[in-house]
């Protein structure tokens, strides 16, 4: 019985008062604007420095992930689509209205990122629409990196809001 009550005093189950949930939070979205249309950003950087082969490798792999996040969107978009739009729903209505602290915490990490993934998408098809290589396709992953990183700080911000206030009020309520 004490160990059980160790183990339950230990990992905090309450989402807003955990510091995994905000070391997860975190993580995400470091690794949101570091990995950019599934590049990382150093490439972008390096080639932009060095050039040449560096240039080359970088164009490589932004055509690969283009290619790749846009069969995807064009096989099975739709689907994802509509079980993103079911599963973020689910999680707002089960979250704000019904109360589960849970399907708030996940619907605050979910729902920024739901954004960035169609915002991927829109810049992967302008990348092979123009055929975009060299200081433009190093301008538009710039660009579409630092509109990432305004979604995750306005998300940290919300999300930071959204946990002091419910753990005042949950401490005010006596829980």
């Known amino acids: 019985m ?16 955990n510091l995994w949930f905000w070391i997860a939070l975190a993580v995400m ?3 949101a604007s570091h990995w950019v249309l599934g590049v990382p950003f150093d490439m ?29 969107s064009e096989v099975s978009g ?9 599963i973020l729903s689910a999680l707002l209505v089960s979250g704000f209205v019904y109360g589960a602290e849970i399907s708030q915490a ?33 301008r ?4 579409h990196r630092f509109v990432i990183q305004l979604i995750g700080m306005m998300s940290i911000f919300i999300t930071a809001l959204w946990g002091m206030f419910h753990n005042m009020t949950f401490t005010a309520l006596g829980g």
């Open 44 to 72: 972008v950087m390096r080639a932009r420095r060095q050039g040449g082969q560096a240039e080359l490798d970088l164009e490589d792999m932004v055509r690969i992930n283009v290619n790749r996040l846009l069969y995807i």
């Open 106 to 138: 996940l619907f605050l990490l979910g729902c920024p990122m739901a954004l960035v993934g169609l915002l991927s998408v829109r810049i992967a098809l302008r990348i092979r629409g123009f055929g975009l290589t060299g200081p433009d396709l190093w």
């Open 2 to 17: 004490d160990w059980y009550r160790i183990v339950l005093e230990t990992i905090e189950l309450r989402s807003f008062s």
């Open 78 to 86: 739709v689907w994802v689509i509509g079980i993103g739009c079911m």
């Open 140 to 143: 538009k992953l710039g660009t």
């Open 29 to 31: 979205w470091s690794s």
